[in-house]
Each structure stands twice: as C-alpha cells, then as structure tokens.
Nanobody, 115 residues
Framework: QVQLVESGGGLVPPGGSLRLSCVAS????????MGWYREAPGKQRELVAT???????NYADSMKGRFTISRDNANNTVYLQMNSLRPEDTAVYYC?????????WGQGTQVTVPS
C-alpha cells in the first residue's frame, strides 16, 4: 500500500503563486514516476505534469512555462510550483503514482483563483 498526501493548496489572487507538495509513504522502496493532475468543477480530471524517477518532466501544454514539477527522492516528495495563476487553474489538484498494477491517488488539495 502507498499513501499520497497533498498539501499547499489555498486561495490565491490572479497572477499569484502556490507550491503544492505530495508526500508518498508506505510500500515505496525506490523512487517512482509521479504526477500531478487536476479536476475542475464540471470537467474531467486532466494531466498537469509528470516526473520520472530520474527527473524527466512532462507538462500539459497549458501549464508549460507557468508550472514546474520537481521531486526530492530522499523524502519521497514531489512538488508543483505554480506561477502566474489564472481563474481557470481553479481545481482540486491530485498526486498520483503507479506501482505495478496499482494506481494510487492522494485525496487532493483545493486551489482557488478567483476571477
């Protein structure tokens, strides 16, 4: 079993920044690829960014240049630095990792950018 716990969400004005954190615990013996996803009201959950165990990153087009994913393997933590936030970034942000046949998600953290 793996547990993912996100933190760092909140209310931020347009143009502001937030840094989300996701700590993985449980049956993780070595760093694994991890990702951030988000789900806005009335919309499907979508990819934000992923990072491999070696640090290779991938971003959704709308996040490139504004969001940065990074990780601290020693502490099993992945971060999402979000800059120049927009009202359309309002969503619940989830952390995810896949180990073998198991797909793990955190409980999510709310990010709200008022219009």
């Amino acid at each position: 079993q793996v547990q993912l716990v996100e933190s760092g969400g909140g209310l931020v004005p347009p143009g502001g920044s937030l840094r989300l954190s996701c700590v993985a615990s449980g049956s993780i013996s070595s760093p694994n690829a991890m990702g951030w996803y988000r789900e806005a009201p009335g919309k499907q959950r979508e990819l934000v960014a992923t990072i491999t165990s070696g640090g290779t990153t991938n971003y959704a087009d709308s996040m490139k240049g504004r969001f940065t994913i990074s990780r601290d393997n020693a502490n099993n933590t992945v971060y999402l630095q979000m800059n120049s936030l927009r009202p359309e970034d309002t969503a619940v942000y989830y952390c995810r990792t896949i180990l073998g046949a198991n797909d793990y998600w955190g409980q999510g953290t709310q990010v709200t950018v008022p219009s």
